[in-house]
């Protein structure tokens, strides 16, 4: 297996920088901690979900019964909720509310669900994994995909405490615009991903 082309393709694919303006967004009012508890929660994740993937992906799929093509339309209604939030500027709506959970349960939901999946590791990154350790010939080629796994992570965690910097300089109307633009394109995004689970799962739809 080539070493290279996996960490190519996860760090194109996982786009640490590409998911700052939703970070931005979904931590808006979290305290200096809350964000930084956010950020060491969603690189970890993310190390989690490659290295599960690499070492476990398909046998945990085929246990449950569930193929991509199902994991892609329910990772799509996932973006496509929050999607919605962020169009009107209250992406915070992802969190549970205050009666059900203290503030800092609420930030760590948001650090998994939507930060780390799907917008960081997807169907997309799950998928990309999986086909590598498929190709895997010896345990040492699954044992560099879940050091990938590290490198992502860390990636994810600079890319995320350089938020606040780009935050300031923004403002709180530029959040807000960016907030609605990024909301509209993961509108578009998940759309897309739910179209492509169902053309698998349904593919007469094609016709």
Known sequence: MNLIKPLVALLAIVNPLGVIPFFIAFTENFTPAQR???????AFSAFMVIAVSALIGIDLLHFFGISLASFQVGGGMLLLVSAFSMLNAHPGAVKSTPEEVDEAVAS???AVVPL??????????????IIYANKAH?????????????????????????????????????????T????????????????DGLLKLFPGLGH
């Open 180 to 195: 609605r633009l990024m909301g509209l394109i993961l509108a578009a995004l998940s759309v897309e991903m739910m179209s």
């Open 36 to 42: 930084q508890r956010t950020i060491l929660i969603s």
């Open 116 to 129: 780390t999946i799907p917008l960081l590791t997807g169907p997309a990154t799950i998928s990309t994994v």
């Open 138 to 178: 010896h345990w040492t080629d699954q044992f560099v995909l879940v050091a990938y796994g590290v490198i992502i992570a860390l990636a994810c965690a600079l890319a995320f405490r350089a938020a606040q910097p780009i935050a300031r300089a923004l403002g709180k109307t530029g959040i807000n615009v960016m």
């Open 108 to 110: 760590d939901s948001v």
